[in-house]
Nanobody, 112 residues
Framework: QVQLVESGGGLVQPGGSLRLSCAAS?????MGWYRQAPGKERELVAS??????NYADSAKGRFTISRDNGKNTIYLQMNNLKPEDTAVYYC??????????WGQGTQVTVSS
């Protein structure tokens, strides 16, 4: 069992920035962030595996995923936020046994 604890969501104006954090209970190679907006399916925003990062097209150039392996923590730096980025953001990880775990979710609201 892996526990994921997120923090860093909130309300921000368009064009603003937020940084999300997710601390895992153990070291995990594959971690990332998903989001789910009202009435929409959950979608991958960014992932990190073996030092490589992947981004959804909507996140490229604005979001950056990073990790601190010493703290078993990943971050999502979100810049130039837009109203369409409003969603619940979920931390995700996948173990070597291909088991997926999710954080509790953190709300990000982009509004003036």
């Amino acid at each position: 069992q892996v526990q994921l604890v997120e923090s860093g969501g909130g309300l921000v104006q368009p064009g603003g920035s937020l940084r999300l954090s997710c601390a895992a209970s153990i070291n995990i190679n594959t971690m990332g962030w998903y989001r789910q907006a009202p009435g929409k399916e959950r979608e991958l925003v960014a992932s990190s595996r073996g030092g490589r990062a992947n981004y959804a097209d909507s996140a490229k150039g604005r979001f950056t995923i990073s990790r601190d392996n010493g703290k078993n923590t990943i971050y999502l730096q979100m810049n130039n936020l837009k109203p369409e980025d409003t969603a619940v953001y979920y931390c995700w990880c996948r173990t070597l046994l291909q088991n997926d775990y999710w954080g509790q979710g953190t709300q990000v609201t982009v509004s003036s």
